[in-house]
């Protein structure tokens, strides 16, 4: 018998601690340092002793943003096939979809006490209380509902209030980091005094280190070496994370519950460097198909489950903990609820650090319907459709500068204006300067006769004189486009050789069209295990906001009269007399919006 499965054995699962960070990059914890040369000037010890002791996953992808990403975790399912491919806004009418049963359900079949602390975003503004954590599975719930707030005041970006215990508001002026820790470690203290017998898992989602950029005082003192305000803001935000992982994890050790513990840790998308974080040596951020905005820090700690201390290089997607830990809590032995999983079970794999066990070949990374933008890997190759999103902003560490000096008085301006609003109210959300920045650029462009200025930040010099060939492929028609994803260009393919160009440095699309057909085939016989599912993609409440909304997507920006998109054939049933959606009178468009409505009244 494997000294690495008593904890079954003995009658006991393991209790299973997951914590989740917010827009962390790939180069923003000091243990990743050691992957791909990924330089940090930001330490985190609590973090690189944990993964010292961890299985480190090399080639782990999240979603682009953090609903879908928190979507496919709780249901084991690609994140389109959850129905949430973009953030849901703090006034969302819609969320996670009823019908799924979602990982705090399926353990709690399995006798698991079951608590959420810190960030949700998956449904649950006022009026629509079945998508709140507490009526899916989570036997107690302390923290917010939306996508971000204000550290101390606990108001989003829509001037709502968003601190919840269990479906009740609640006021606390701490810093949401240091309240989020003192919470976890206060419902691991009150389950060891009343349920000692029962497992537990623990999902600790906190908010950081995603802006607003104010960070604890206390942690900011350890960032004075980092020039770069947004840069040093954003460190201290990361060592308030670091501090109350290891106070979290002390106290499991406190109690004795330590090595009884499985405990997994990873970003839920890649750094957003206009908020700080870094995605060195990838090239893109949060919200792109680009490696920066995907492929994320992770690792699992098996503790008596299993081995650790190396890095294991097999693929990964968020969709496998879902089945993953259920394996691992079970000793192999749980019958999942739900058969149409798209995760796939990697504890035989992680455990033996053996790739040829996995039973993960492929992955769709991301496919989004209205975006328009889709990514799928296979082995060395990676394939990106439509629109992949800005590879823009930092590649290395910056100076006093956000933007390197090659991006020239263009560059400057656009720095100077964002920095300047942001100081003048350091509360509001760096998501909301960048929209003000991006209608600058918009103006400069107009009235300046400067091209168009995507990209603020510049390759660094080991990669700016390489061939950074980013045109579109051939115009491959395989009949695919209709039949997966309707919404694809078929011009805009790019395909890049993971193993020799994680850079993505040169688009060998035009060069390999039989390669492109492969992975084309290969990601309709992929999508075609689970299906499409529309209602989280409802996006906005019928208590939007009048007039002008703004419409986030993965990769753009679009304003909408909300009044002009009335889509009179079902208006009770879409965004309460609203539709969302790119306004370009598109036949396809209203077949989908039609889809859409049908979906709505069946389920």
């Not at 479906?167 to 309240?179: N, R, S, W």
């Not at 770069?228 to 994370?241: A, M, S």
């Not at 008596?304 to 997607?317: F, R, V």
């Amino acid at each position: 018998m494997s000294v690495f499965n008593l904890p079954c054995c003995l009658g006991k699962e393991p209790n299973v601690l997951f914590i989740l960070a917010d827009d962390l990059g790939s180069a923003d914890v000091s243990y990743n340092s050691e992957l791909r040369n990924a330089k940090t000037l930001i330490r985190t010890p609590g973090l690189d002793e944990l993964a010292s002791e961890s299985v480190r996953l090399s080639q782990f992808y999240a979603a682009p943003a953090c609903t879908p990403t928190r979507a496919s975790l709780m249901t084991g399912r690609y994140q389109h096939q959850a129905g949430l491919v973009f953030p849901l806004p703090p006034w969302a009418s819609t969320g996670l979809n009823l019908s799924h049963t979602i990982l705090p359900q399926e353990l709690k079949t399995r006798g698991y006490s079951t608590y959420l602390v810190g960030k949700w975003h998956l449904g649950g503004s006022v009026g629509f209380e079945e998508y709140m954590p507490h009526k899916r599975g989570f036997d107690e719930y302390f923290g917010a509902h939306s996508g971000e707030f204000d550290y101390y005041t606990k108001k989003t970006s829509a001037d709502s209030f968003d601190l919840w215990r269990n479906g009740v508001q609640e006021f606390d002026p701490l810093h949401a980091t240091l309240l989020w820790t003192r919470e976890a470690n206060g419902v691991v203290d009150r389950h060891m005094e009343t349920k000692e017998e029962t497992p537990f898992f623990l999902y600790l989602a906190y908010t950081a280190p995603h802006d607003p950029l104010t960070s604890h005082p206390d942690h900011l003192a350890e960032c004075a070496h980092i020039k770069n305000w947004r840069r040093r803001e954003y460190c201290g935000l990361v060592k308030g994370l670091d501090e109350g992982v290891m106070n979290v994890t002390s106290n499991l050790k406190r109690h004795g519950i330590f090595e009884d513990t499985i405990i997994i840790f990873m970003s839920d998308n890649g750094g957003m460097p206009a908020g700080g974080g870094l995605n060195y040596p990838f090239k893109g951020r949060k919200g792109s198909m680009w490696e920066g905005g995907i492929h994320v820090p992770a690792f699992i700690r098996l503790g008596n489950t299993g081995p650790g201390g190396y890095w294991y290089d097999g693929l990964m997607h968020v969709s496998d903990w879902y089945p993953t830990i259920m394996s691992l809590v079970s000793d192999g032995t749980h019958k999942l609820q739900s058969a149409d999983l798209s995760g796939v079970d990697l504890s035989a794999a992680l455990k033996a650090d053996d790739v040829s066990l996995s039973k993960r070949e492929v992955a769709i990374l991301h496919h989004d319907y209205f975006g328009n933008c889709s990514a799928f890997i296979k082995g060395r190759w990676k394939l990106v459709l439509g629109r992949p999103g800005e590879q823009d902003w930092w590649y290395a560490e910056a100076d006093e500068h956000m933007v390197n000096a090659d991006a020239g008085a263009v560059g400057r301006i656009f720095e100077f204006a964002a920095d300047l609003l942001q100081k003048m109210d350091p509360g509001k959300p760096v998501l909301q300067w960048m929209l003000i920045h991006n209608g600058m650029q918009m103006l400069l462009d107009a009235f300046s006769g400067l091209p168009k200025y995507n990209n603020l930040g510049v390759f660094p010099p080991t990669i700016r004189d390489t061939n950074m060939d980013n045109s579109t492929g051939p115009a491959i028609k395989y009949g695919w486009a209709a039949a997966v994803h309707p919404s694809v260009d078929p011009e805009q393919v790019f395909l890049y050789d993971m193993k020799d160009d994680y850079l993505e440095a040169k688009n060998l699309a035009a060069e390999k069209p039989e390669i492109v057909a492969e992975l084309l085939r290969d990601f309709e016989r992929e999508n075609s295990k689970g299906s499409l599912q529309y209602s989280g993609n409802h996006m906005f409440a019928a208590n939007m906001p009048k007039g002008l909304l703004i419409a986030m997507f993965p990769v753009r920006c679009e304003l909408f009269d909300n009044q002009s998109l009335r889509h009179e054939a079902a208006p009770e049933i879409l965004f309460g007399g609203a539709v969302i959606a790119p306004a370009t009178g598109d036949q396809r468009l209203q077949h989908i919006l039609q889809d859409i409505i049908q979906t709505s009244r069946g389920g």
